[in-house]
């Protein structure tokens, strides 16, 4: 019965790994890509990181700039030229600011309302209730066009307001928070009470201390989510390239896609997809839990 | 429960922006749908019905309709199935069951815009690693496998890789080619799909009472397949739920991998609806038609939702 | 038939070992209860008979066939598991039916619409739902067989989940502490339950518990277990007049036996407190320990030679009976007696008391616990 175990165990390898490949190929392509010359690209050779002979690069020079300075090793002059074509660090410093605004005024607006709902008593308590369940059927992608012709209409298009004002309301956030809420026995907050704490003390400092857990996966599900959201950004921002997320900078970049710098491309696509990756593989039974969780309730 | 007019402050806000930016833009968008406005003209007429005569008459919107159904249909069956598939393999595993969880999950953490550009680099017809691994692989054992040359009722000198490699390597062009396109899109869409449906199964097999199993056993249900059967498809139930209507709602707002791989073609062939009110509304300014398609749009994803929530939950959960 | 042979069974999950050179013959139509305090190994050995554990070495015997290599679901055994394991999206009748279907459905019946069309799947079908039937109204489940498990109360799923043992008709039931999800009343109420069951179907029971209560009411035989190994196979009435260790004794009978330490002289004469026993020890010249049941010691408040000097501790009341904890005079032991409930109205906690033993009743063991016979007995 042990031998069936391990042949059983082998096939089983057999198959996920074949699947892992599949999955890691285009990771690979971006990767060696990225690190490659242009003529190894374009004829498909070199393995997974190229000879690396140092050359001169032509559009680098058509750039206007002497021979010395563009000449290396190519996958030098991918990284090199891919954050000189466009700034990258802008993109990457404007996600971080969009989806961390778009998380704290998420939180800031979801936390005392699934508070109210799910501790305090009022009229129209129940109607308000049904309102947050059926806004839970509106993705908010798909009102996208009108929300749109509101922000053109009030001169907001092309601004960090625009990126982040349709995400401020979260009822997905709503929602959770008030099932996480429900679960705290109301004794703790009739204590704070007899204290002497305020309404508003009690949100901010009895409730959210506790739910710290369903808060970090409500975190990583709404940055990852905006982290990498193309159709939004793309829509309301149509011509100041200050503003470009992530997603748009590498959009950019493939702009000319007939043009013969696919190394720098990859080396954008690279160094913007890196942050989230890198933070996942760290952390990814929290991203895992996190997920999971905001998932089964 | 306590009395208090707190509340005001605290619900306030959430019920404020609940209306203006959910509530209000789908009226908006009703009323839109039955004018001929366009963004930035200063007036506009009410035609009635006839952005919808249109939708449901034009060839294009027929084919944008049949875009997003195929997208659908195929993503949402395989990515559930290949999940699931993959959450039993990992749970079975004695070891490095971990690994291969990152891996798997790595295309729904990714940005998806920027595996679509991959995956276009993997297919491109002539640079990408896929073709040139078909092609290297003429007169052999690829070809026998790829070829279908296994199956009876095949001949090997009429397969679709043998005509390739003896027509100059003319392997199809994955994105650009009209019949291979939208299926493209859509094996990207289960590529990225599939992880997150793993993990979502991976947490509910690990519910189940293993004295079930225990009993299955007892009872008699020797293979995998009946205990499968018998215990665990039944348990996974609201998972299954849970997991379909998720992938629903994904899948019907695909849009990243059209826009910068396809465009919506080639003719028409992956013109789902989103890229369609993308199209009509933002690039061509044609604001009316693209209300009416959104509006289309959202009734479809509630009524699905609403289906899938409150007819289906009750039969599932035990 | 249904006899089952353990021989040399050991059982270790990683360093820790749980069974230890375990022998144990199952006779036919006995039940047998597998007895003794939480995680000495019981569960673990049913679950190697029924197949569901392999054990590290040793063999298993049902009927005298090996079945080491056999898996569970074709040893022709049935459990009864502690959360009794009802598939909870099917009707209890649909739950009856499953290993039936399972068993006499070839894999070709079992097609969902198909299946139907074939020819002797009508018989079948019918043999299966009379079996069912009449194993409900055995069990007085039938009004419950068209409900699903998350609607009947503990009981009702407890009938439920042997039910769904019963229809097998096996070589063996084994039942895995199937009643302690139960409340009091119900437990008792569904002791004799099963011991009637047992009666009618003349089946081998195999019965683990954590419950000497239990174990002395229903079995024929009760083995006891303690740390993996099995001390004691014998009727209830033996474990309980003759334990084989000091071990059994104590986790048999309740209240606890009392233990006194004495001392054995080089003629075996035994000495306690101010007591000498009448019968002689076998083993001389050593400490040894005296037990003796509460029920086996009488109280009174007049002094008499042979009785030893006490004030009461504490009363526990049951009703029926009623048993004093009394500190003993001058010394640092404890005695729990039982007194009838007329002579306890007047004696109370702190109340001075003469405790008399009766005679021929002292079980003696030696420091390590193991039973001293007296030079009288065989």
């Avoid at chain 1, 466009?86 to 410093?93: D, G, K």
């Avoid at chain 3, 498990?149 to 502490?177: I, N």
């Amino acid at each position: 019965m042990k031998n069936n175990q391990y042949i059983g165990e082998g096939w089983k390898h057999a198959i996920l790994i074949i699947g892992a490949l599949i999955v890691l190929l285009p990771f690979y392509m971006v990767v060696s890509i990225s690190l490659k010359s242009q003529q190894e690209i374009q004829s498909i050779s070199g393995g997974l990181i190229g000879a690396q002979e140092v050359q001169t690069f032509p559009v680098c020079t058509k750039m206007g700039m002497s021979d010395e300075t563009c000449t290396m090793k190519p996958y030098v002059y991918n990284y090199w030229f891919a954050f000189k074509k466009a700034p990258i660090a802008r993109y990457l410093l404007n996600g971080l600011f969009v989806t961390v605004s778009i998380f704290l005024i998420q939180v800031l607006i979801a936390l005392p309302c699934a508070y109210a709902l799910s501790k305090l008593r009022f009229y129209g308590r129940e109607f308000i209730f049904s309102m947050v369940l059926f806004c839970l059927l509106i993705p908010v992608h798909a009102i996208a066009l009108p929300l749109y012709v509101m922000l053109a209409k009030i001169g907001l298009v092309d601004t960090y307001a625009a990126l982040i004002i349709p995400w401020t309301i979260s009822v997905f956030g709503i929602f959770l928070m008030r099932q996480f809420f429900m679960t705290v026995p109301d004794e703790l907050i009739d204590a704070a009470r007899m204290d002497g704490m305020g309404e508003y003390s009690i949100v901010w400092k009895v409730m959210l201390p506790t739910a710290i857990p369903a808060l970090l996966a409500f975190a990583i599900f709404s940055v990852v989510a905006h982290w990498n959201d193309y159709f939004w950004p793309r829509i309301v921002i149509t011509g100041n390239r200050d503003l470009f997320t992530p997603p748009l900078g590498i959009r950019e970049f493939r702009g000319g896609v007939d043009s013969d710098e696919f190394g720098p491309m990859m080396a954008s696509i690279v160094t913007i997809t890196v942050p989230l990756v890198v933070a996942f593989i760290i952390a990814q039974k929290r991203f895992i839990e996190g997920i999971t969780m905001t998932g089964m309730k | 429960m306590h009395y208090s007019k707190a509340h005001i402050w605290f619900v306030g806000p959430a019920v404020l922006l609940m209306f203006i930016i959910l509530i209000f833009p789908i009226l908006l968008a009703g009323g839109i749908s039955f004018t001929n406005y366009n963004l930035g003209n200063p007036s506009f007429d009410w035609i009635g019905l006839e952005n919808y005569e249109k939708m449901f008459s034009r060839k294009t919107y027929i084919k944008m309709i049949w875009a997003t159904a195929t997208y659908v249909l195929i993503v949402v069956p395989f990515s559930v199935v290949i999940g699931l598939c993959a959450a039993m393999l990992l749970n079975s595993l004695r070891f490095g069951a971990d690994i291969y969880k990152t891996i798997f999950f790595l295309p729904v953490m990714a940005t998806l815009l920027a595996m679509a550009i991959a995956w276009e680099f993997t297919l491109h017809p002539t640079m990408g690693i896929v073709n040139s691994f078909l092609a290297n692989g003429c007169g052999g054992i690829r070809e026998f496998l790829f070829g279908f040359h296994w199956l009876p009722w095949v001949n090997s000198n009429e397969s679709w890789y043998h005509i390739a490699c003896e027509n100059n390597n003319d392997f199809p062009f994955w994105l650009k080619d009209r019949g291979y396109a939208i299926w493209t899109v859509c094996f990207i869409g289960v590529w990225q799909a599939f992880g997150f449906n793993m993990v979502l199964y991976l947490a509910g097999l690990t519910s189940i009472p293993r004295e079930l199993y225990h009993a299955a056993e007892m009872d008699g249900a020797k293979s995998t397949w009946e205990q499968f059967k018998l215990v665990t498809w039944p348990m996974l139930g609201p998972t299954t739920l849970f997991v379909i209507t998720i992938t629903t709602i994904r899948s019907f707002q695909v849009f990243d991998t059209i826009e910068v791989l396809t465009k919506g073609g080639p003719s028409k062939s992956t013109y789902v609806m989103m890229y369609a009110i993308f199209e009509k509304g933002i690039q061509q300014n044609l604001t009316a038609i693209a209300a009416a398609i959104t509006v289309v749009f959202i009734m479809f994803v509630i009524l699905l939702t609403f289906f899938q929530r409150y007819v289906i939950e009750k039969r599932v959960h035990y | 038939m249904g006899t089952i042979k353990l021989q040399n069974i050991n059982k270790s999950f990683g360093k820790t070992e749980v069974l230890n050179n375990l022998n144990l013959e199952i006779e036919d139509g006995e039940f047998l209860t597998l007895v003794g305090p939480s995680g000495c190994g019981k569960s673990t050995l049913l679950r190697i008979i029924a197949g569901l554990e392999q054990q590290t070495s040793g063999d298993v015997f049902i009927d005298d066939r090996n079945v080491n290599k056999t898996r569970a679901s074709e040893r022709d055994l049935a459990m009864v598991f502690q959360s009794y394991a009802l598939y909870p999206h099917l009707t209890v009748r649909r739950n009856l039916e499953t290993p039936l279907r399972l068993r006499d459905y070839s894999s070709l019946e079992r097609f969902p619409i198909l299946g139907n069309l074939l020819p002797n799947k009508k018989n079948k079908t019918k043999k299966i739902k009379e079996l069912v039937q009449k194993t409900s109204e055995t069990l007085k489940i039938t009004e419950l067989l068209d409900r699903k498990p998350g609607q009947l109360s503990g009981g009702q799923r407890q009938r439920a989940a042997l039910g769904r043992a019963m229809v097998r008709e096996p070589v063996a039931f084994l039942m895995d502490e199937p009643l302690s999800n139960l409340d009091a009343a119900l437990r008792v109420h569904m002791r004799s339950e099963l011991s009637e069951l047992h009666a009618n179907l003349k089946t081998t029971f195999i019965y683990v518990t954590h419950d000497q209560a239990e174990a002395l009411t229903m079995s024929t035989r009760m083995a006891v277990m303690i740390d993996g190994k099995l001390l004691q196979l014998d009727t209830p009435q033996q474990v309980y007049d003759n334990p084989s260790s000091l071990a059994v004794a104590q986790f048999v009978g309740s209240p606890k036996i009392n233990t006194i330490k004495g001392s054995a002289n080089s003629e075996g004469i035994v000495k306690f407190l101010n007591l000498e026993l009448q019968r002689k020890s076998s083993v001389k010249d050593s400490n040894i320990l005296i037990g003796i049941r509460p029920e086996h010691l009488e109280i009174s408040k007049e002094d008499s030679n042979d009785s030893i000097e006490g004030v009461v501790s504490y009363r526990e009341n049951l009703g029926s009976d009623m048993f004093f904890h009394i500190q003993i005079a001058g010394d640092n032991e404890k005695l729990i007696a039982r007194g009838t409930p007329q002579l306890t109205s007047s004696i109370n906690i702190g109340s001075k008391v003469f405790v008399k033993r009766l005679r021929g009743e002292a079980l003696l063991f030696d420091h390590n616990g193991s039973r001293i016979k007296f030079t009288s007995d065989n």
